[in-house]
């Protein structure tokens, strides 16, 4: 049942700001979940059935009931087709957010996306490479035009494999090709994932969700690297910078304006008009000292990677920003933006603006961008966001001070850090001085007590000597909690002590939104090369504490899929088969080297971590210990 005690911030600001939200009438996200409560066990094992109008249907996980449904689909066949479609949800929202970002880049080529440039050209010409586009004396808007148009293909199916599974180690791609993994094309894995999962079409547990791993690996490959890719193109590429994090980064003194959803397309152009010099005296004439930019959510982690900006929190606290009364305007594109956020910002003054022609949402105002006319909207909203800072009711409440932090570690920079080359990383963990990294990614869920599980994995894990790299949600959690300062490092077991001291970094780095788990593919992909080994023979883990979102089990499958061992916080909802369970958790391991595991206690968790971390160890005749 629902304890309001373990579903409140243990780390900083939700806590306070949570009591205000009540105090002020606010229903929130805890107070919804509550009402939930008993949620539907059918549902929570995969049980439940509603794929065609014969049903709904529901298997009795007790043996007394139906153990069918009416066309006769058993517990395997639709717990199986309920995982895969979330699969191929996820894999569909990453991949269309990587589709925006061609479209601006096809755009930029073109002349069509006003505002908007090729900000890194030399990745520009790396990934054009990649593709086969030839560069040399090659105008940059040309290689931008066939890059687009490369990458478009990538979403259809007119090649055999998507262009960027050739990153992937050797050995890796042989396992896909064996069985039959390899993505052909990313819109093409979603659309025969929800082919096959219709009724009367594959009705076999295993080949289903082999289709849902070659789908979300069509996505961590496919759509999201192409997000991240062009991101850096258009925007650049991350670099280490300080910033600062949690409710404090609001200031009372100044028009504060918070971004919120995924994709940087709008954002980065919010960014530029806050920078506007007339915007600027617009705001001193209405007695603000300046405009204030912040993020929440993955949008503001893409901020946050390239610029520094601030973050005022992750997914549980983005009710709980508004009730600061100091937002105000907040700007939404996509993704994991809570439907009551218009409802809540209607007991004050804050502006609700959503963005998106696919996103439209209660007590929003709908303005669309598009990359034609961006940079003009966000001018426009900037200057409503400024005009609004004198309707403010009442003093604002900022129960925090702003904690410091450094972001920004793309592959590029790590391998910057360590003189080029993965070597020193490899020579860190062959010493033993670096056991291994866990790469800790994924959202908040009410079910969980906010951050909880994010913060204390990773304290365990660094005082292990592991290096936690962590993306999206998690990495405001570890943030507010202060590991990612190269002080921090003073946290760390001895020898990850020793590592971060020596580069200047801390011993858990920020590699950025959710679309930039493909970093984390990337850089693993480096260290594999350079040892000569799969993916799955490396001392490294992934895991997930918090999920809540479909984007986070294709995250997890093309990890698996990839080679990577996962760990779950939160049960997937499949314990209504146990074929499906097992396969999962242990029949993978032959077919990818790799498997989930599920364990909700973090403490737990990370003994099994660092467990697996060492059996690697010891498989490739490195020093290893038991650690449970
Ligand atoms: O893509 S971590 S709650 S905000 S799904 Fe959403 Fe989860 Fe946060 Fe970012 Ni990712
Ligand atoms: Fe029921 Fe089968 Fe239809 Fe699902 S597909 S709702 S199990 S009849």
């Given at each position: 049942m629902f304890d309001p005690k373990i579903s409140l911030?243990?780390?900083?600001?939700?806590d306070p700001l949570y009591a205000k939200a009540r105090k002020d009438g606010i229903e929130t996200v805890w107070e919804r979940h509550e009402a939930q409560q008993p949620q539907c066990g059918f549902c929570d094992m995969g049980l439940?059935?509603?794929?065609?109008?014969?049903g709904p249907c529901r298997v009795d996980p007790f043996g007394e009931?139906?153990?069918?449904?009416?066309?006769?689909?058993d517990a395997d066949i639709i717990v199986a087709r309920n995982l895969c479609r979330m699969i191929a949800a996820g894999a569909a929202s990453h991949s269309d957010h990587g589709r925006d970002l061609v479209e601006v880049l096809a755009g930029v080529a073109e002349g069509s996306?006003?505002?908007?440039?090729?900000?890194d050209e030399a990745k520009l010409k790396r990934v054009a490479a990649e593709y086969g586009i030839t560069t040399d004396g090659k105008e940059v808007l040309t290689i931008a035009g066939e890059l687009a148009d490369a990458m478009m293909e990538d979403y259809g199916m007119?090649?055999?494999?998507?262009?960027?599974?050739?990153?992937?180690?050797q050995k890796r791609r042989a396992v896909w090709e064996k069985f039959n993994l390899?993505?052909?094309g990313i819109d093409r894995e979603t659309s025969e994932m929800m082919h096959r999962t219709h009724?009367?079409?594959?009705?076999n547990w295993v080949t289903l969700l082999l289709q849902g791993m070659r789908n979300a690996l069509s996505d961590g490959w496919g759509g999201s690297m192409i997000a991240t890719e062009v991101s850096d193109i258009l925007f650049g590429v991350p670099a280490p910078r300080p910033t600062t994090v949690n409710a404090?980064?609001?200031?009372?003194?100044q028009v504060n304006i918070v971004v919120h959803g995924h994709n940087p397309v709008v954002s980065e152009m919010v960014s530029l008009a806050c920078q506007s010099k007339k915007l600027l005296d617009l705001a001193a004439k209405k007695g603000a000292k300046g405009i204030n930019l912040v993020g929440v959510c993955c949008t503001g982690n893409e901020l946050l990677m390239r610029r520094g900006i601030a973050m005022a929190g992750n997914h549980l606290m983005t009710e709980l920003i508004?009730?600061?009364?100091?937002?105000?305007m907040m700007i939404v594109d996509y993704?994991?933006?809570?439907?009551s956020i218009g409802k809540v910002a209607s007991c004050y003054h804050t502006k609700m603006i959503s963005t998106s022609d696919k996103a439209q949402f209660p007590q929003m105002e709908h303005i669309e961008f598009h990359p034609g006319n961006a940079e003009k909207k966000a001018a426009e909203v900037v200057r409503t966001a400024v005009e609004n800072f004198?309707?403010?009711?009442?003093t604002p409440f900022i129960p925090v001070e702003p904690q410091a932090a450094v972001g920004g570690f793309s592959v590029e920079t790590i391998l910057g850090a360590l003189g080029g080359t993965p070597e020193p990383l490899i020579d860190a963990i062959k010493a033993g001085k670096i056991r291994g990294a866990v790469g800790i990614v994924g959202c908040n869920n009410p079910?969980?007590?906010?951050?909880y599980g994010h913060v204390t994995l990773t304290r365990r894990l660094i005082e292990n000597d592991i290096l936690v790299v962590d993306t999206g949600c998690v990495s405001v959690a570890t943030a507010k909690a202060g590991f990612?300062?190269?002080?921090?490092?003073?946290?760390?077991?001895p020898g990850l002590q020793e590592i971060c001291k020596a580069l200047g970094i801390p011993p858990v780095l920020h590699m950025g939104s959710?679309?930039?788990n493909v970093r984390i593919l990337v850089l693993v992909s480096a260290l594999a090369d350079a040892l000569g080994?799969?993916?799955?023979?490396?001392p490294v883990a992934g895991s997930a504490p918090e999920w809540y979102s479909e984007k986070a089990v294709t995250i997890g499958t093309y990890f698996v899929a990839s080679g990577v061992t996962t760990h779950l916080g939160p049960m997937p909802?499949?314990?209504?088969s146990m074929n499906v369970v097992k396969l999962l958790t242990e029949g993978l391991g032959d077919v990818v080297g790799a498997t989930f595991a599920v364990e909700p206690d973090p403490e737990k968790a990370a003994i099994f971590l660092r467990q697996t971390i060492e059996d690697k160890r010891k498989a490739l005749g490195l020093d290893s210990r038991n650690v449970a």
């Open positions: 911030s243990v780390t900083t600001d939700g439940s059935c509603r794929i065609c109008v014969m009931g139906p153990q069918t449904g009416v066309c006769g689909a996306a006003i505002g908007y440039k090729i900000r007119r090649r055999k494999a998507i262009q960027l599974v050739d990153r992937a180690p390899t993505p052909r009724m009367g079409v594959d009705n404090g980064v609001l200031k009372a003194d508004l009730s600061t009364g100091a937002v105000d993704q994991c933006i809570m439907p004198t309707n403010r009711k009442g079910k969980i007590k906010h951050d990612k300062l190269p002080e921090a490092a003073a946290m760390a077991g959710c679309v930039d080994v799969d993916i799955s023979d490396l909802p499949i314990t209504g």
